[in-house]
């Protein structure tokens, strides 16, 4: 028998059930999504349940963290049409609110994000992680749960939240799951869905590349500008349309490394065809 979620749409009935829950000594997992669930979402609602009394996993499509001219039209219209597909996820709980009960006519309030959403996503997407971070918080006030489960997929993302939580003194505790790859190592992502067999072909010299760094920092390679040189070959080689960053920085400031003497991520955001593409890898 698949286990079948409760589907809360309003934000009052779900902080009832985090509360009662909590009053009974339950302790509270969440996994904020923006629907379109794939094996890595499920991944993450996994490593809530092992750790959880209930697991709740939230659906939205946040219009705040799109720019003017980015996809959220086609993300909501092409990949998150109705609740499809959460029967399966394993959750207790799945909260999917309406936008407007989320953002109530007259809404102007928005976090200022911390420093290290600046540089990387921060440069491509002005306003995207004001965006994140708002929601973020907003989804911790509504479901004030125990723990969060957020993708390192998003590895930028994570840092953001994290340093939010410390920052902001909220009470919630932050786990960051590994993340899930197709067999021939694509990150799992909901935009592949927008991938033509051509690009989806040709979007494998993300992991390609970012695995090539990890070996050239294996073998000792310690020249970063020599591993950024490499990899940018193996995507401009496989056809990539748009580079937005090839980058080796600091896993805490994500500041440029020049010398690869210490633990390094490598982060790649990229274009096949229209589609955005983000990576990374830690070093
Ligand atoms: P999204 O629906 O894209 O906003 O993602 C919701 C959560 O799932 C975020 O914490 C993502 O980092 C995480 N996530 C997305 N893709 C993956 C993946 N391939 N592996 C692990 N976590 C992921």
Excluded: W
Aim: charged share 25%; net charge negative.
């Amino acid at each position: 028998m698949p286990h079948l979620p409760k589907v809360v749409t309003e934000p009052s009935e779900i902080l009832q059930i985090v509360r009662a829950a909590q009053r009974e000594g339950k302790r509270v997992g969440l996994v904020p999504t923006m629907g379109a669930l794939h094996q890595g979402h499920l991944s993450l609602v996994e490593s809530a349940c092992e750790s959880c009394d209930i697991t709740i996993v939230t659906i939205f499509v946040n219009p705040t963290q799109f720019a003017p001219g980015e996809d959220f039209e086609k993300y909501t219209r092409k990949l998150v049409s109705g609740l499809a597909n959460v029967d399966d996820v394993g959750a207790d709980i799945v909260f999917a609110p309406n936008t407007d009960e989320i953002y109530r006519q007259g809404h102007s309030t928005y976090v200022e994000p911390p420093a290290v959403s600046l540089p990387l996503e921060g440069k491509c997407r002005p306003g995207h992680f004001q965006g994140v971070a708002t929601i973020v918080l907003k989804l911790f006030l509504m479901i004030p749960a125990d723990v969060a489960f957020f993708g390192r997929k998003d590895y930028q993302q994570t840092l953001v939240i994290r340093r939010m939580v410390a920052d902001l003194n909220v009470p919630m505790e932050i786990v960051v799951c590994p993340t899930v790859r197709e067999p021939d190592g694509l990150a799992m992502s909901s935009r592949n869905a927008y991938l033509s067999s051509e690009e989806r072909q040709r979007s494998l010299a993300i992991a390609n590349s970012l695995q090539k760094a990890q070996q050239l920092y294996a073998d000792g390679e310690k020249s970063a500008s020599s591993v950024l040189t490499e990899m940018r070959r193996i995507l401009e080689k496989a056809g990539i349309d748009r580079i937005d960053y090839v980058a080796l920085v600091d896993p805490e400031t994500l500041v440029d490394r020049e010398d690869l003497t210490e633990p390094t991520v490598a982060l790649i955001a990229a274009y096949v065809g229209a589609t955005r593409l983000i990576d990374n890898q830690p070093l």
